[in-house]
C-alpha cells in the first residue's frame, strides 16, 4: 500500500525532471556556445569563402564546363588545376579531392570532398573506430579517417614535395567537408609529425581549415594542433556537437532527428567535468569559427557575425534542438554564409579607411593575440586535468620527449582496459607497419583484420 502512495510522487518527481531538461534544452542556442569568444577579422576569416568553392569544385567532373559552380564561379583557373583524383584514382581509400596552385593567394590548397551518401567506401572509412582504437602524438584519433590521409599523404607526396621546394613563399593547405575535414585534419597532423616527407616544411608554412568537422581527435591534441588547424561551424551544425561515434552517426543517418535527440537527453545528464577526463572522447579540431546568423524566436536570417577561440571547456558540447541542424551543414550554405559574413567585414573595413602602416600592425597584433590565445589554451588544458595535455616551455617549445613517456604511463592508467589493445604511433614508417601491409610492388594496401581472441 505505502509503495502505491509513492507512486503519484516518482511521477512528479519524473516529470519536473523532464520538464527541466524539456526547458533547458528548448531554449539553448547556437549563440549560448560562442557568446563569450572574440569577433574574427577579415584577415583570418579571408580564406574561409575561397576554400568551401574549392571543395564544391571537387564536386564538378570538368572544371572547364561546371554544372553546378555558384554565384561568382570557383575562382579556380583549370590551367593551374595539379590534378584531380575520383574514386577509382582512389580505389575507395580516401574521398575524391584536388591539387590545386592558387598563385593569386600564394597558396598550395588540397582539398577533398565530403561524404558521399552512395559510396560505400565512405561508410567503411567512418566504420574503421572504435574509442581508443589509435592512439597518435599522445591522444587518440580516428583509426579509418587517419588510414584515409594516409593513404592521400603517400600517393600525392612527391608532388606535394616538388611543390613545396618550388614555391618556399608559398603555404600548404588542407581543406575538406564534413568526412573530408576529418581526412585533412588528420592529413594535417601527420605532415605536421613527419615534416622532412615535404622536405623539412616549417610548422607556420602548414595549416588547415576544417568546414563542418568531424569531431576526430581527443581534446589534448584539438588544442595542441589550434595553431595550425581551423575548424568552421554554422549556426547549429549537429556533426561537430555530437560526440556519438560517426559510424553510430550514420548506420542511424535515416533515424538521425531520433538518435540526435536521445543523444542530447544523455548529454544533458553527463557533467562537463567528466566528458573533459574520458582520454578517448573526440572532439572537432583546432581553433574554432563560429558563424551565427540567426536568433531565437526571430523569423528569418540576420547579418552573419562570425566569432572564434581556442575553447577548452565548452567546446561545442550540447545538441541544438534545431530544424537547421542538418541543413547548416551543408557545405553550400557554409560557403554563402562565410562569403556574406566577409563582405561584411570589408565594407566595414573600407568604411572606416585604415591606411596600410595600421593594417599590417593589426595583422602583426593579431599574430601575437592567436599566439598568446593558444598558449593560454593549452595552460587551461592542464588546469582542468584533460588527459595527456601539457604546457610548453618558457621558451616556447615543448618537452616532448619527457611528456611523450609520460603520457605513454598515463594512457595505461586511464584507458579502461584499452591501453594493451592501443599503439602509440608517430613516425612515417610507424604509420605505415601499423595500418598498412604492402604488395609485392611496393603499394600500400590495407591489413587483413585479425580475429580477436
Known sequence: MSIVCGLPLLECVYCLACARWAWKRCLHTAGHDSETWGLATAEEFEPVPRLC????????????????????????????????????????????????????????????????????????????????????????????LLKAAVCVLDAECEVLKQLVEEYPNYTLTFTGHSLGSGVATLLTMVVVQNQDKLGNIERKRVRCYAMAPARCISLNLAVRYADVINSVVLQDDFLPRTATPLEDIFKSLFCLPCLLCLRCMRDTCIPEEKMLKDPRRLYAPGRLYHIVERKPFWLGRYPPVVRTAVPVDGRFEHIVLSCNATSDHAIIWIEREARRALDLMLEKYQTMEIPAKQRMERQETLAREHTEEYKAALQRAVTLSVPHAYNPSQYGTFDALEEGEHSDRSVGESSTGSSQKTKKIESWEEIIEHLFDKDESGHIMPKKPHRED
Do not use: C
Open 53 to 144: 568553392r574549392y571543395i564544391l569544385s571537387v564536386y564538378e567532373d570538368d572544371l572547364r564546363h561546371p554544372l553546378w559552380e555558384p554565384s561568382g564561379g570557383y575562382g579556380i583557373n583549370p590551367d593551374l588545376l595539379i590534378l584531380k583524383k575520383t574514386y577509382q584514382d582512389t580505389k575507395g581509400k580516401a574521398p575524391p579531392y584536388i591539387l590545386y596552385l592558387d598563385h593569386d593567394h600564394a597558396d598550395i590548397v588540397l582539398a577533398i570532398r565530403g561524404l558521399n551518401l552512395a559510396k560505400e567506401s565512405d561508410y567503411a572509412l567512418l566504420l574503421d573506430n572504435k574509442l581508443g582504437k589509435m592512439k597518435f602524438d599522445g591522444g587518440f584519433v580516428h583509426n579509418g
